[in-house]
């Protein structure tokens, strides 16, 4: 299997900063990454697909990048709304794998 | 806009068989376009991919519930299926069912269901 290690294990930032989420796969995985964002008690949501691709909806405060194994997710103006649980999803082989998550908080 | 909801039983017994049904709403799963699939959360721990099913009933799974796992689709309901045997306190988690799209990312999903291995 593929595995995900995603860091930090969790931040803690201010309104309006810039914060970046990193992810790594234990091996390549081209630009099969999709990022998801979970708040408390809620569904996982998508934010980024193929590793740079903003699902339709998402803020524009929003990026990714990243190919191989490193991958990224920047958000590049914290907002109050934007505490929640980021998870990393790699799609370039069964069994798709998650990473552990980052936990972002204002 | 397509919707999903999980539905089942929150509670099983030890060496029983896991249920849980994934209605979906303003789409079919009799495209083909799309994957079908259950993914779950244990309590505290990072997210599982449990399997798909396609429209034509092929099913992919993965390896590590590969013996216990059974995903099943019912085009007349609109719905899809998942059942877990032999389920131990290890397999309470919330469970999500979630439609895969083009390569392979989960979206949208059910709002999940949690469902506790206890007897």
């Known amino acids: 299997d593929i595995q995900m290690t995603q860091s930090p294990s969790s931040l803690s930032a201010s309104v309006g900063d810039k914060v970046t989420l990193t992810c790594r796969a234990s091996?390549?995985?081209?630009?099969?990454l999709n990022w998801y964002q979970q708040k408390p008690g809620k569904a996982p949501d998508l934010l980024i697909y193929a590793a740079s691709s903003l699902q339709s909806g998402v803020p524009s405060g929003f990026s990714g990048s990243g190919s191989g194994t490193d991958f990224t997710l920047t958000i590049s103006s914290l907002q109050p709304e934007d505490s929640a649980t980021y998870f990393c999803?790699?799609?370039?082989?069964?069994?798709?794998?998650f990473g552990q998550g980052t936990k972002v908080e204002i | 806009q397509v919707q999903l909801q999980e539905s089942g039983p929150g509670l099983v017994k030890p060496s029983e068989t896991l249920s849980l049904t994934c209605t979906v709403s303003g789409g079919s799963v009799s495209s083909g376009n799309y994957y079908w699939s259950w993914i779950r959360q244990p309590p505290g721990k990072r997210l599982e991919w449990i399997g798909y099913i396609y429209y034509s009933g092929n099913t992919d799974y993965s390896p590590s519930l590969k013996s216990r796992v059974t995903i099943s689709l019912d085009t007349s309901k609109n719905q899809f299926s998942l059942n877990l045997s032999s389920v131990t306190a290890a397999d309470t988690a919330v469970y999500y069912c979630a439609r895969v799209q083009t390569a392979n990312w989960f979206d949208p999903w059910g709002q999940g269901t949690l469902v506790t291995v206890s007897s």
């Open positions: 999803q790699q799609s370039f082989t069964t069994p798709w794998t």
């Open positions: 091996q390549s995985i081209s630009t099969y």
